[in-house]
Structure formats: structure tokens, C-alpha cells
């Protein structure tokens, strides 16, 4: 892993002290091939934050760099900073664990924890992390299940395996299971990939709402998910940041060729 | 059309030769749990599992097979499975890829090897005597490669998106590995471990050279102590039609012996949100 951000100075002018997060020259590896070039980023607070993009341009990449996911993958490294709150979560004296406890994360598929009830599925973030102070275990539970808007289907049936619901179903478990931790920032990576279009919509919904409390940064393959669901878009392409503003007016009027190509879907 | 009917030949000779070839595998298994239970099954009897050799049993045996297999799990089964864990969690290294060679040949070490070292090391050296201790030091030196052999190979097969969705949340690796990992292990760990145990409890010539034998109960840590293979094999020696008789009779013991621990611990194990 290479942390020590030699080459990059911050620039001063770059900071932006109200940014929820920011990225500034980041660069990522996986081995040789690099997977990110120069990404400088702003994800606004209470918002939410879409990157799109063609296959492996980069995305699922860029989301894990704010969480220090990445680096867990093997012979993974990166360079650059990514600033939480105006903080480099990259600096040495950073906790990679603390890091993740405030920036949480939906996977691309529905992974709940196979050996555990709903219940414990939801509370498994607040047990294992050492967290709890006290707090009433049922009440954060039941309070996440509903943010989640998952309550009222399972909540005779929070002793049922986690993995015996739907797959729409499972997605809102594991949002439920990153809510109940009270992050700052939720990075949801392609999190209706794997969903039929009922389940697509509630989750959508979900986002939506969600921002209201948290900042949300969603990766998706979905223009129109993203037309729906974000108020910032980013554009990455092979690796580079490419276009960058608000949703609207990058989908209504796009500055850059390339983007108005991917976005009327003449490739991707 | 010719071409479908060959397929279908090609299709059906392939199952064929599968199937003659198990059968061919299942013959010499079968045929020995038919002698061993036709000739053993007539010797069982509460006075054969329960006295003492002079009196016509094998309950020294029966006793001195059950300490040795408790005294190897309780050291064996917990080295075992955290060294497996280290490999497959921790082994992303160089020293993980010797160990794991190192490892491999230790699983098929000769036992008659393993047996003269616990002979050297703890009867002449540490105990200065036979003892059950040194035996289990033997069984344990075989116990620990097949279980984390099989541990590792067991944590691998729990896919990296479990592992990410816990390391997500912010849970320390070690926290991850002891409350996702290994619960979601739990089948392939039990199999492997029960595995170790029924070859550990056959195994004879490392309990030749430690424990030796005894006609009499368990007598101390320091003792000489039977086991069922050791009997087994002394019965097997003798000329007399009634000993060999009930050699065939520990034979059969043996054999329940690692069935019901078998059914017990599957019985124990199967978590109410297993499906």
C-alpha cells in the first residue's frame, strides 16, 4: 500500500471545507493496470451522488477507495487523499476500521451474513463492531428495519435466516445493516444489479429518502437510475473523471462528446 | 440422426464404466463391515464392553480409546483449526505457502514415524515412562495437519463477499474471522474434525511405541494403557480361537465407537438456521 501520498501536495484552492467528501489526484492500482487516473471529486453532504459509466471504467473502484476497501483487495494500492469531513482518511494515523464505520456500504449483490436471523443481521454491525453503549438493541433494530422500509414485511419473521427473504428483500437487509450503524456517508455499489424492476423501485425510493439524514453516493449502470435518483453525476470514463454537475443539467445538456454519447447510449 | 445415437451410446457407456467402477470401489469396503459384523456382533454383551481382560471384556480398551480421543481433541482440534485459519485468512504470504507444503507431507507422514518420535521425545525424555500422554502427543501430531488441512480448505469455500460485507461495517479482521467466517464454516469444519477423529482412533502403530498396552483399567499418566487397535492387534496374534473372536468383537466396537460420535456431534452441531 502506498499512503504516504508523497508526490501530492493539497492544493489549498482544491479544498472544499463543506464538501462531505472529496477526492483529490486520486490514483489507483491493481497490480500493474491502473484502475483510477487523477480523480479529483467532490460528493456533496446530504445528497446524492451518482458515478456512472461503462464496465470497468473505474467506478466499483473509486467507491471502495472511500471507504479503504480497495486496499483489502491483494497487490491493490493507490495514491492521492480522500478527505472525510476535511480529514485525509488515508493519513498514517488513520484506522482503516473507524474509517469504514463512518462511510458504510452496499454491495453490488445481497450479502447478508448466512449464519444469522434478520434480526441479528441488522444488529450484527452494532455486536461485532463493540458498539452497542448501552443503547436498546430492538429499538435500533426495528428503527433501521423501517428506514430500510422493510419492516412491515418481515418484522413477524426477524428470527427467519436472513438469507430466506427475497432478493429485494435481502438488498434493503443490508441497507437496514448499514443504517443501524449511523454512518455519515452510505456508498451503494450497483446496489439493483441484481434486482427485478418492483424491487429496483422500492430501493430507489429508498435513496431517495435516505439523504435526508445521510450522504448517499450510488455507482450505477442505469441512466435512468441515475436521472431518478441523484442530484450530483459524475461521468468516468476508462479510468478518468470525464464530466462532473448536477444531474440535471448533465443529462439535459452534457458539456463533454463523450458524455452525451454514453448517456444516449450510442456505446457503453 | 447416426450422430445422436452415438452421442447417446458414448453418453451411455461413459455412465456404465462409472458405475461398474464404483461398484468394483464398494466391494472390499462391504465385504470387510460384513465380516466384521457377522463375527463381532456375537461377542457383544454388557460383560464384554464393560470387564476387564481376565474376565472376558475389552473395557480397558473401550476406556483407554476414549481418554486418547478426548485428550488429542482438546489439544489437537483448537490448533488445528486456528492454524487453518491462519492459512486461509492470514496465508496470503510466503511463510503460509511453506508451511502449507510442510503441512501436506506431515498429513501423509508414516504413523509408525510419528509414533517412534513421541516414543524419543516424551516417553524417554519428558515422562520417562509409557504413558497415555505420549500417545496422545503421537495422535495429535497426525490429528493437526488433517484439520487444518480441512479447515482451511473449508474457509475458502465461504465466499469474499461475507467477509467484505463485515469488514464493511468496520468490524476488526479477527472479530470477522471468529463470528462470520467460521459460523459460516461451521459444515465443512465439523466434517473435516470428525474425519481426523475416526482416523486417530484407528491408528495402532503410534500407540505401539507410547501407550503400549494393558490388561487392566487406566492406571495413571504415567502407566502403560490399552487402547481398541492395540487389542485388536494382540487378538489378532493369538492362537486361540476365543481371543481372536474377541478381537472381532473390539473391531466392531471401534467401528460404533466413531459412528455414534459421528451422529452425536452432527446431532449437536446442526444449528437451527441450517435449512
Redesign the interface.
Known sequence: MNNKNKETTVNIEQVRPDAKMQSITLNAWFGSKQALKEINLTVEANAVTAIIGPSGCGKSTFIRCL?R?HE?V?NARMSGQVLLDGKNIYSNETDP??????V??V?Q?P???????IFDNVA??L???GTKKGQNLDEIVKKSLQQATLWDEVKDDLKK?GT?ISGGQQQRL?IA??IA?QPEVILMDEPCSALDPVATAKIEELIVSLKHDYTVVIVTHNMQQAARVSDFTTFLYLGELVEYGDTRSMFENPKSEITEKYITGKFG | MTNYILRKFKNRLFFILCAVCVVIAVIPLLSILYEVVSRGAPQLSINFITQKDADGGIGPAIQGTLILIGLTSVVGIPLGVLSGVYLAEFG?NKYAASIRTVNDVLTEFPSIVVGITAFGVVVLGIMGSYSPLAGAVALSFILIPIVARTTEESLKLV?N??R?????????KW??TL??VL??A?GGLVTGTLLAIARIAGETAPLIMTVLGNAYFFQGFSSPMDALPLRIWRDSLQPYANLQAQGWGAALVLILIVLSLNIAVRMASR?R?R?
Not at chain 2, 164 to 172: F, K, N, S, T
Request: charged fraction near 20%; glycine fraction near 8%.
Open positions: 471507504n476497501m483489502l491483494p476500521v473507524q474509517i469504514r464505520r463512518r458504510g456500504m454491495f449483490k450479502n447478508p451474513f448466512p449464519t444469522m436471523s450484527a454491525g455486536k461485532l463492531t435466516p430466506s443490508c445493516r448499514a450503524l | 496470503n465466499p463477499s461475507v467484505e460485507a463485515a469488514l464493511a461495517l468496520g468490524v476488526h472479530r470477522t463470528s462470520v459460523p459460516a461451521k444449528g438456521l435449512r
